[in-house]
Nanobody, 121 residues
Framework: QLQASGGGLVQAGGSLRLTCAASGRAFSSYFMGWFRQAPGKEREFVAAINWSDGSAYYADSAKGQFTLSRDNAKNTVYLQMNSLKPEDTAVYSC????????????????WGQGTQVTVSS
């Protein structure tokens, strides 16, 4: 199971840290990804991290603004989001999957519930 948390309401320019806690199985050979979906828009890849070696990958929209990290001991992945903008408003979901196409939602077989991030202007 994956449990996402950390969303909330923040002013533009502020920061939030999202947490994805994994339990129930080992995800050491998986990618852990974050996706977001704004009202009326398709689900969008944000970032992914290779659990085994910590390699992180970001959507162009997230580069330089968001940072992924993991804590193996806690089976937890963190998405640090800085300099938030109103266009970052969305429901953010974490997921676990395998394969090379970490930016595609369909390679993720495990999904946590979303956490709402709202950025006010």
């Amino acid at each position: 199971q994956l449990q996402a948390s950390g969303g909330g309401l923040v002013q533009a320019g502020g920061s939030l840290r999202l947490t994805c806690a994994a339990s129930g199985r080992a995800f050491s050979s998986y990618f852990m990804g974050w996706f977001r979906q704004a009202p009326g828009k398709e689900r969008e890849f944000v970032a992914a991290i290779n659990w085994s070696d910590g390699s992180a990958y970001y959507a162009d929209s997230a580069k330089g603004q968001f940072t992924l990290s993991r804590d193996n001991a806690k089976n937890t992945v963190y998405l640090q989001m800085n300099s938030l903008k109103p266009e970052d408003t969305a429901v953010y979901s974490c997921a676990a999957g395998r394969g090379s196409y970490y930016y595609r939602p369909n390679v993720y077989g495990y999904w946590g519930q979303g956490t709402q991030v709202t950025v006010s202007s």
